[in-house]
């Protein structure tokens, strides 16, 4: 079975400062692992994914995420967020089916 | 190039009811894929089609159907509806090949309500 944890379902955070979005995973096969966000009424929209090879990942707004096997996680990070990335932020995985977690509502506070 | 298209965009419907949704992908997407979004949740596999086939299929009930057309458009259905089908419903296309690793693109959703 494959499943994904967020671990915080709300995160505030004062704007310029830096953020860790957290997100574990369980699965007995190799996984392929992604970060979605979703804006207000939008639709998700893909950060950054990791498939193999170097395990920090690079996204797209600057934000980037690690791949730990040992410590099956996959955490989402930004050194300096802007009030424009107030969303809510989605860790998901791919095994014999897509996988989300339950979502992290990331709001910065001006 | 438009994005993924859904329709419509709200919908409300009474218990027992069937209900369609329809989704356009991408243009040169081949494969949709269905969600269930409940409010405070994240998304819930329901079907991926690639090339007009069923290709996985989550754990959803038999009263969920879905197809996809020549022009790999895609209808999901969804019988006598209860209470708790109320939800966003997702639809996302990815370009061939078809692959786990694809990245999916996704449409705004339909807000289904159901009385």
């Known amino acids: 079975a494959q499943s994904v944890t967020q671990l915080d379902s709300q995160v505030p955070v004062f704007e310029e400062a830096p953020v860790e979005l957290r997100c574990n995973y369980s699965s007995s096969v190799s996984v392929y692992l992604f970060w979605y966000v979703q804006y207000p009424n939008q639709g998700l929209q893909l950060l950054l994914k990791?498939?193999?090879?170097?395990?920090l990942v690079k996204g797209i707004n600057g934000f980037e995420a690690e791949f730990n096997k040992s410590q099956t996680s996959f955490h989402l990070r930004k050194p300096s967020v802007h009030i424009s990335d107030t969303a809510e932020y989605f860790c998901?995985?791919?095994?014999?089916?897509?996988?989300f977690g339950t979502g992290t509502s990331l709001t910065v506070i001006p | 190039d438009a994005g993924v298209t859904q329709s419509p965009t709200h919908l409300i419907k009474t218990r027992g009811q069937q209900v369609t949704l329809r989704c356009s992908p991408i243009?040169?997407?081949?494969?949709v894929s269905w969600y269930q979004q409940v409010l405070g949740q994240g998304p819930q596999f329901i079907f991926q089609?690639?090339?007009?086939?069923?290709?996985g299929r989550g754990n959803f009930p038999d009263r969920f159907s879905a197809r996809q057309f020549p022009n790999y458009s895609s209808e999901l259905n969804v019988n006598a509806l209860l209470l708790g089908d109320s939800a966003l419903y997702l639809c996302?296309?990815?370009?061939?090949?078809?692959?786990?690793?694809?990245?999916?693109?996704f449409g705004p959703g339909t807000r289904l309500t159901v009385l």
């Open positions: 996302a296309s990815s370009r061939p090949p078809h692959s786990l690793t694809d990245t999916q693109y």
């Open positions: 998901a995985l791919t095994g014999d089916q897509f996988y």
């Open positions: 089609y690639y090339e007009k086939e069923e290709r």
């Open positions: 243009s040169g997407h081949k494969s």
């Open positions: 990791y498939l193999s090879g170097s395990t």
